[in-house]
């Protein structure tokens, strides 16, 4: 090759442009009643969960059981921030995400038992259920497979011109998958409106990030498709809910699709059948103690006199009667009758 081949070679040779990393630039004082409504919406989730757990233990609820105990602050925060065109798609720990929509404790409880009175018609059970009333568009087993179901929801936005966005959500040990890659090609190609919300929980089943991927900040997973992004404290309800005005912000003004990750984590085992013997009771009852969302926002709310310790046992008093309530309707309910196995099947 001659010299002045060589030195046109290398001139025309770009740098690959690295993702930008995006802070949440929108910095909202919340409210009282907005820090209230962030506690109420988080305890029902938490006492739902506490509920599913001993109706998983009394043999009640069969099959698989992953619990969202931990990880309120994610669903909650971005909830707070969406709009009503806006769409949820999310993996089998979804019990969380399906209340933060909006669905009914018993309707989601008769789902988990199997019953007739659930969401899928008892069909579905803890992994599969469905509202699309609540634009929630699951709930999905196979570990990755909802990414690419999320950003055809977004082409879907983006064909019909309506302006929402679709919040799909995975975990740590789903960013592995060479789907999630393929969707990411194809959002930031399309520009869709996206964003990819990793709930970074610490461990992929029983392994821990440390051990699976490589990289420590998964945000940077976008980074050879330049979808901008950033890693947050998910345990902080108010950070999420300012990184979540800022990410819709910014897909919804054209920017394409945007990546959260948010650093959680569960307190349960991967699912009801998992001892979790793969982490110490230390490491546990450390986050516990310093980063738990409920207790954090309980001292918030107490210190700064927005609310009382009073008012907070009402609310959770109200709540455990609701829950009670659901996983009475859902043993009253009746089981799907036998015809239920031919309704909701394609044939030709």
Not at 64 to 79: R, S
Not at 123 to 140: D, L, P, Q, R, V
Not at 151 to 164: E, L, V
Not at 218 to 228: D, N, T
Request: aromatic content about 8%; some cysteine; charged content about 25%.
């Amino acid at each position: 090759m001659s010299s002045s081949t060589k030195s046109s070679s290398v001139k025309n040779t770009k740098r690959p442009t690295r993702a930008r990393r995006r802070k949440s630039s929108i910095v909202k004082t919340h409210s009282p009643d907005e820090l209230i409504k962030f506690y109420k919406d988080m305890l029902k989730i938490r006492r739902f969960e506490e509920k599913a757990g001993q109706m998983y233990g009394l043999g009640l609820i069969g099959g698989f059981c992953h619990l969202y105990i931990g990880q309120e602050a994610v669903v909650t925060g971005i909830q707070a921030a969406l709009k009503s065109q806006d769409t949820v798609i999310t993996t089998y720990r979804d019990h969380g995400h399906m209340l933060a929509c909006g669905m009914e404790p018993r309707g989601v409880m008769a789902e988990l038992t199997g019953r007739a009175g659930g969401y899928s018609a008892g069909k579905g059970g803890s992994m599969h259920m469905f509202s699309a009333e609540k634009n929630f568009y699951g709930g999905h087993g196979i570990v990755g497979a909802n990414v690419p179901l999320g950003t055809g929801i977004a082409f879907a936005h983006k064909y019909q011109k309506d302006n929402g966005v679709c919040l799909t959500y995975f975990g740590d040990g789903a960013v592995n998958q060479g789907q999630v890659y393929e969707a990411f090609n194809m959002a930031a190609l399309w520009k869709l409106p996206v964003i990819y919300v990793i709930e970074n929980n610490r461990y992929g089943m029983g392994t821990s990030v440390e051990r699976a991927s490589a990289g420590k900040e998964l945000w940077q997973r976008g980074q050879a498709y330049e979808i901008p992004g950033e890693q947050l404290d998910g345990m902080d309800v108010c950070a999420v809910n300012n990184a979540a005005v800022t990410a819709l912000d910014y897909v919804r003004s054209g920017g394409g699709p945007y990546i959260l990750e948010m650093q959680t984590y569960r307190y349960r085992g991967h699912s009801m059948s998992d001892p979790a013997a793969y982490r110490s009771k230390t490491e546990v009852q450390k986050i516990r103690t310093e980063k738990d969302p409920l207790d954090s926002l309980k001292l918030i709310l107490v210190k700064n006199g927005y609310d009382t310790e009073s008012n907070l046992k009402d609310y959770d008093k109200e709540i455990r009667e609701m829950i009670n309530e659901a996983a009475d309707f859902a043993q009253e309910s009746p089981e799907p009758s036998p015809s239920e196995l031919y309704t909701d099947v394609l044939s030709e």
